[in-house]
C-alpha cells in the first residue's frame, strides 16, 4: 500500500450546484420564520390545519414550533419546504402538538392578535 493521497474529482453541472446555492439560501430565510411561512401556508391551502407545539432533534433543547397538517395527514414543514408521513415527522423531530387552528382560526387570530403566533 502507498501513503500516496490520491485526489477524486467529482463534478457537478453548474446549474444543479447554483440550484443547491439557492435551495440552501432559501432554507437559511425562512430559519425562525416557522409561525409565518406556515400560517401563510394555511391560508393558501384549503383543508390544511396550522401547528403550534415544539420539536427537538439531536439532543438540542426543546423549542417552540409551528407547522401544518395536510388533508391527507401528512406534515408539512414550510421552513424544511417538505411534506412527511407524520409519523416520520414526530419521530424526527419528537414533535408534540401544542394546539391546532383551522384555516378560519388561523384568519381570526391573524386579524385578532397582529401577530403570527404562537397564539394561545
Known sequence: MSDEQTDVVIEIPLQ?????????????????????????????????????????????????????????????DAVLGQDFPQIVYERMFSAEVDVTFTRDQVFEHLQREKTWGPWT
Not at 416557522?34 to 401563510?40: I, T
Open 16 to 76: 444543479q450546484l447554483a440550484d443547491a446555492v439557492a435551495d440552501r439560501l432559501a432554507f437559511e430565510q425562512r430559519l425562525g420564520m416557522c409561525y409565518r411561512e406556515n400560517a401563510l401556508f394555511v391560508q393558501s391551502h384549503f383543508d390544511t390545519q396550522l401547528v403550534h407545539g415544539s420539536i427537538q432533534g439531536d439532543d438540542k433543547p426543546r423549542i417552540s414550533h409551528a407547522w401544518v397538517i395536510n388533508p391527507d395527514g401528512t406534515v408539512h
